[in-house]
């Protein structure tokens, strides 16, 4: 919502482009007791880190969704999502929806935008080997 403009001229680019959209990412929550398998004094510092957006994102969503993390996991193993292309544009003009994403649900859509969306990321499949990175 910040520059929709600049995503609109990336949809619209026709490069492969795969989106990464927040409600993927809300299906993957963790909790503080998942980054107690992380080992070491960095293991130590994440989970400083952490612990209070862990805490804050807690109160009303049960865990932390993991935006930014989900996004380089997708870069580093795309089979552990379900992923769907479809027609995406993004509204440059709306009073309320200005920068959100609409994707054509018809039978027919127009196919302007074809990229692919993630639906949904495998969670035990991030926070296992999130973890396991974290410990490399």
């Keep these: 919502f910040v520059d929709p403009e600049a995503a609109q001229h990336v949809l619209e ?31 130590e510092q994440i989970r400083h880190i952490v612990s209070p957006y862990v ?4 109160i009303d969503e049960g ?6 993390p989900l996004t380089v996991y997708y870069a580093l193993n795309p089979n552990a999502f379900d992923v769907e ?14 920068g959100m994403t609409v994707a054509d649900l018809r039978k027919t859509p ?4 074809i990229i692919n969306v993630v ?18």
């Design 119 to 136: 639906k949904q990321a495998h969670a035990e499949d991030f926070k296992k080997d999130f973890i396991d990175y974290l410990n490399t």
């Design 13 to 43: 680019s026709g490069i492969k482009t795969t989106l990464v959209p927040l409600d993927a990412c809300n299906y993957v929550k963790m909790i503080n007791r998942d980054f107690e398998a992380t080992k070491g004094t960095l293991g």
């Design 85 to 98: 292309k479809l027609d995406v544009l993004v509204e440059i003009k709306g009073k309320i929806t200005k």
């Design 110 to 113: 127009e196919q302007k935008n």
């Design 55 to 58: 805490k804050a994102s807690s």
């Design 63 to 68: 865990g932390a969704p993991m935006y930014d």
